[in-house]
């Protein structure tokens, strides 16, 4: 198991022996993407104590350019330093993140913030379920910090891939490419036996499915890190991995689940599927492998 130290997760028993910290700073990102409400009215009736709630579509994503983006945008860095140290957040501040238990938006965040090179960042295993669970406290009280923040956004898009990359992988055919892809949505919509969400069916060609709900055992916790690096194809020499998901959001929850394997970072393909589709040359398929 990855230790404590280097692990990116957090039992709910650790995250609360450090919520009264001046140096942590706990952000609730609840969502739904069928209830787009649904976060804020949650946080508004109980939350951690001292949690700040940041909404996936105005905090963690930009605006949907239609015809050129997916629909969760990666944030403008500069307009996300903004809103960081507007809610308190300084370079030197532990960052514990949850959401309702699964950590797929939590790991957005997570990786979020390891993207803008702040990298002490947390996520709670198992999230509100785990808490609520263990008979911890809740509070309807909002906290604001009394002092600025200083969280300076530095990108690091040595983690990013983008469609005009993965398409010339695609045009090259190579029998070793650089880039392996893992799609981290279901197994029927990789196959593009159902799309509930984007207006066509498929995946990117070349991609192995790797589910995101794979990641977590029948408890709602991350499985054990032996346990996740199997999930994962192992690269050839010089490869690297490269998550995508529907929109950007829950590929960062197999990142975040290589990393606790012990596997380099994956890179992210932010726009994912549904920015790879507005562009109706580019290609698509519905056979590959898949991973359970």
């Known amino acids: 198991m990855t230790s404590p130290e280097s692990s990116p997760l957090m039992s709910v028993t650790q995250a609360a022996n450090r919520l009264s910290d001046d140096d942590v700073l706990v952000l609730d990102v609840r969502f739904k993407l069928e209830d787009t409400a649904y976060g804020a009215q949650a946080y508004a009736e109980s939350h951690l104590p001292g949690a700040v709630y940041l909404d996936l579509d105005k905090d963690l994503s930009s605006s949907i350019v239609p015809g050129v983006t997916g629909r969760h945008p990666l944030p403008d860095a500069a307009v996300f330093e903004a809103r960081m140290r507007e809610i308190g957040l300084r370079k030197s501040d532990q960052v514990i993140v949850y959401d309702d238990g699964p950590g797929f938006y939590s790991a957005r965040l997570w990786w979020l913030l390891t993207w803008l090179g702040h990298s002490n960042v947390s996520v709670i295993d198992g999230g509100l379920k785990a808490w609520r669970e263990a008979g911890l406290p809740m509070t309807a009280e909002r906290s604001v910090r009394p ?98 998901c529907g929109s950007g959001v829950t590929a960062c929850h197999n990142i975040l689940a290589a990393v606790i394997a012990g596997l380099p970072m994956p890179r992210l393909y932010p726009g994912s599927w549904s920015e790879w589709i507005v562009e109706p040359s580019r290609p698509v398929a519905t056979t590959g492998s898949e991973v359970g």
Do not use: K
């Open 147 to 244: 002092w600025p923040g200083d969280f300076s956004a530095r990108p690091d898009d040595s983690l990013l891939v983008d469609a005009e990359a993965l398409l010339a992988q695609i045009e090259a055919g190579q029998d070793t490419p650089v880039f392996q892809l893992l799609d981290a949505r279901a197994p029927e919509r990789f196959r593009g036996e159902v799309e509930p969400i984007d207006p066509v069916a498929g995946h990117i060609p070349g991609a192995v499915c790797v589910p995101c709900n794979g990641n977590l055992g029948a408890d709602s916790l991350m499985l054990p890190a032996q346990v996740l690096r199997e999930r994962f194809p192992e690269p050839e020499a010089g490869q690297a991995l490269v998550c995508y």
